[in-house]
């Protein structure tokens, strides 16, 4: 079968990510290595070939159907390029000719941003490793597996894991969440995204959240919940939840090797009109939150209202361009509209034994919204916890608050921004 003879329905996540898309919220994501050596840009475009033809689910485009859009084969190639704008913006990826993601290398790093409507965190790392494989192969002659991809495998990869394991009989948890406290800063100018990275040792973390009892992602949330708390109290007004959207990696939970999004959003929260929490209480309640929610049994709740949100017979007979118009403030009132920030973790990242010492960082950061004007995606890797903020906006406050609080715990930290200044 040609390429352009291939087409995808897109996922529940997708049909949403694709109707948003704007200059602002691009749904533009990044991971990134960080290799030994400076890039040769023409053996990263021959990786990339060699990539698409093993992940064939990735040489597609977006197209707009009457009711959905969906990705359609192709035979064009997508051309790796040289980063020089600011990270996660300017790419239609509703253009003719446009792929839903880039590649772009600056220096010794290698970049893959891809938009949420293909694909999520987990997608993207597998790609970008076996871009990573392919040219190392072809730059330091590291080995490549030589198995035949099955017709089966590549099934398994494209499955929309939602429908999988949607059970229509499962009640749907609350959707709404309530008005939440959001930060009082201003947009800056379109095409600006400002991106803040705090390096931490992994054993320094570990050692802090056995101390407390907790998990790394509870630690970190409970710090980013207690700065947006201290936040909220100096800029005065009328005290509101602080709501935090987790994202969820449901292959933790369901057995699924897709590479097309399978991941919830959890939203821990906690209710400062209550009262003035310590860092404590909110550990306390965070620990709860995460364990009362983090079961399949809840998380099969999250599928069932994923899914039925695709399933509303007036959504599904609404034309796409009216979608597109309406979008957007649906997913303000129903999604990020009612979180203060987000928050994810994209884990700890394993790269092949063949090439992991060629590899220095490994790093990612958050898409670009304007509901949660400032968000958070950390990853582990090589003994570091990468924690990058992205930031539509000149204001640093949750960033400088996170951090400082981190140190206050008695935590190293290292930063890094791409701001001039």
């Known amino acids: 079968m040609k390429d352009d003879d291939l087409w995808y329905r897109l996922d529940n996540a997708g049909?949403?990510?694709?109707?948003?898309?704007?200059?602002?919220?691009?749904?533009?994501?990044?991971?990134?290595?960080?290799?030994?050596?400076?890039?040769?840009?023409?053996?990263?475009q021959a990786a990339l070939d060699a990539s698409l033809e093993r992940y064939p689910f990735y040489k597609v485009?977006?197209?707009?159907?009457?009711?959905?859009?969906?990705?359609?084969?192709?035979?064009?190639?997508?051309?790796?390029?040289?980063?020089?704008?600011?990270?996660?913006?300017?790419l239609s990826i509703k253009r003719r000719g446009s792929f839903p993601y880039?590649?772009?290398y600056f220096n010794k790093r290698i970049a893959f941003e891809v938009s949420h409507s293909i694909t999520d965190g987990t997608g993207a790392l597998i790609f970008l490793q076996e871009?990573?494989?392919?040219?190392?192969?072809?730059?330091?002659?590291?080995?490549?597996?030589?198995?035949?991809?099955?017709?089966?495998?590549?099934?398994?990869?494209?499955?929309?894991?939602?429908r999988k394991y949607y059970e229509k009989d499962i009640p749907a948890p609350k959707s709404r969440v309530g008005k939440s406290f959001k930060l009082p800063i201003q947009l800056d100018k379109k095409g600006q995204?400002?991106?803040?990275?705090?390096?931490?040792?992994?054993?320094?973390?570990?050692?802090?959240?056995?101390?407390?009892?907790?998990?790394?992602?509870?630690?970190?949330?409970?710090?980013?919940?207690?700065?947006?708390?201290?936040?909220?109290?100096?800029?005065?007004?009328?005290?509101?939840?602080?709501?935090?959207?987790?994202?969820?990696?449901?292959?933790?939970?369901?057995?699924?090797k897709t590479m097309r999004n399978f991941f919830v959003s959890i939203t821990p929260s906690i209710d400062a009109r209550l009262g003035v929490y310590d860092f404590e209480e909110i550990l306390a309640e965070l620990k709860i939150e995460f364990s009362r929610l983090l079961t399949p049994k809840k998380l099969k709740q999250y599928i069932k209202r994923s899914v039925i949100s695709e399933k509303s017979l007036a959504l599904r007979l609404m034309p796409s361009p009216i979608k597109d118009i309406v979008a957007p403030s649906i997913y303000s009132f129903f999604g990020e509209g009612?979180?203060?920030?987000?928050?994810?973790?994209?884990?700890?990242?394993?790269?092949?034994?063949?090439?992991?010492?060629?590899?220095?960082r490994v790093e990612c950061?958050?898409?670009?919204?304007?509901?949660?004007?400032?968000?958070?995606?950390?990853?582990?890797?090589?003994?570091?916890?990468?924690?990058?903020?992205?930031?539509?906006?000149?204001?640093?406050?949750?960033?400088?608050?996170?951090?400082?609080?981190?140190?206050?715990?008695?935590?190293?930290?290292?930063?890094?921004?791409n701001d001039e200044e």
């Open 338 to 360: 009612q979180y203060t920030s987000g928050l994810s973790n994209l884990g700890i990242v394993q790269m092949p034994s063949e090439i992991k010492d060629y590899i220095e």
């Open 193 to 256: 995204y400002h991106i803040m990275t705090g390096i931490l040792n992994v054993d320094s973390l570990k050692k802090k959240a056995k101390a407390y009892d907790v998990s790394i992602t509870i630690l970190l949330t409970a710090i980013y919940i207690e700065s947006l708390l201290k936040i909220q109290e100096e800029t005065g007004g009328r005290k509101k939840p602080i709501v935090i959207n987790v994202p969820v990696n449901m292959r933790s939970f369901f057995e699924s």
């Open 15 to 44: 049909k949403l990510y694709s109707s948003i898309i704007s200059s602002r919220a691009t749904t533009l994501f990044r991971v990134s290595a960080t290799l030994t050596k400076s890039i040769d840009p023409e053996l990263l």
């Open 102 to 104: 880039r590649v772009l």
């Open 61 to 90: 485009q977006l197209k707009q159907g009457f009711f959905w859009y969906y990705f359609e084969g192709t035979n064009q190639t997508p051309m790796v390029e040289k980063e020089m704008y600011y990270p996660c913006m300017s």
């Open 131 to 162: 871009l990573l494989t392919q040219y190392l192969h072809l730059k330091e002659s590291v080995p490549l597996k030589s198995e035949k991809i099955s017709e089966v495998q590549l099934q398994s990869e494209t499955e929309n894991a939602f």
């Open 365 to 417: 950061y958050p898409p670009p919204s304007i509901g949660n004007k400032v968000k958070a995606l950390m990853i582990s890797y090589n003994q570091h916890v990468y924690i990058s903020f992205g930031n539509l906006t000149k204001d640093r406050m949750l960033e400088r608050e996170f951090f400082r609080r981190i140190r206050n715990l008695g935590i190293d930290v290292t930063i890094e921004t």
